[in-house]
């Protein structure tokens, strides 16, 4: 019984060992640069239109305030590469095609009909304002939701650390866009 029950510490307290990370995390306030991997899906319901659905792979890294993201099928085959600075947006489609305009957001209005917040969302994934931002916090001082311009981002965390990563969001906007993330892994910016 004994051995039982010493078996059943010695189990619990490796399983807590294995869960906490071997570095601690950078606040997210002083995070500038960064580079996530994960999955996407994206859902348009639109009066009088058919609803679009669409997801995949995406690898996105953010540095210097410009952005390079990756989109890629569920089975990894490439799709799109948007490639984002303060001068110039440029989106690569697989079939060759290269589109350009000096706002990012346009550019992906023009490309999928939809004004997405592409300018705002390197802030957006780490809880923070892009403009004028209502952020509500949870028990832990995250982002929990953030509204803003018509946009509502929701928050979910993988643990209970105070300066943890989203592991999840999902952005709305007027029941027309629902863009579902899944972050699978943060990376320091390469």
């Not at 059943?8 to 490796?14: D, G, Q, R, S």
């Not at 991997?37 to 890294?61: C, D, H, K, Y």
């Amino acid at each position: 019984m004994k051995s039982r029950f010493a078996l059943l510490i010695a189990a619990v307290v490796m399983a807590a060992c294995t869960s906490l990370p071997t570095t601690p995390l950078p606040h997210r306030d002083s995070i500038r640069d960064f580079a996530l991997e994960g999955r996407f899906a994206l859902r348009v319901t639109l009066p009088g239109q058919a609803i679009q659905n669409s997801g995949g792979r995406l690898s996105w890294s953010h540095q210097n305030d410009n952005n390079r993201v990756l989109l890629a099928s569920p089975l990894g085959y490439g799709l799109a590469e948007i490639e984002t600075t303060a001068a110039i947006s440029r989106l690569r489609t697989a079939d060759g095609k290269t589109l350009e305009s000096t706002d990012p957001d346009a550019l992906i209005e023009e490309v999928t009909g939809q004004r997405l917040p592409v300018r705002r969302m390197p802030a957006w994934l780490l809880g923070r304002s892009g403009g004028t931002a209502r952020i509500e916090a949870d028990a832990f001082g995250r982002p929990l939701r953030l509204t803003e311009d018509g946009w509502q981002v929701d928050y979910s965390f993988e643990d209970d650390a105070p300066n943890a990563l989203p592991s999840r969001l999902v952005l709305t906007r007027d029941g027309e866009i629902e863009l579902r993330l899944r972050i699978e892994e943060w990376k320091d910016a390469p």
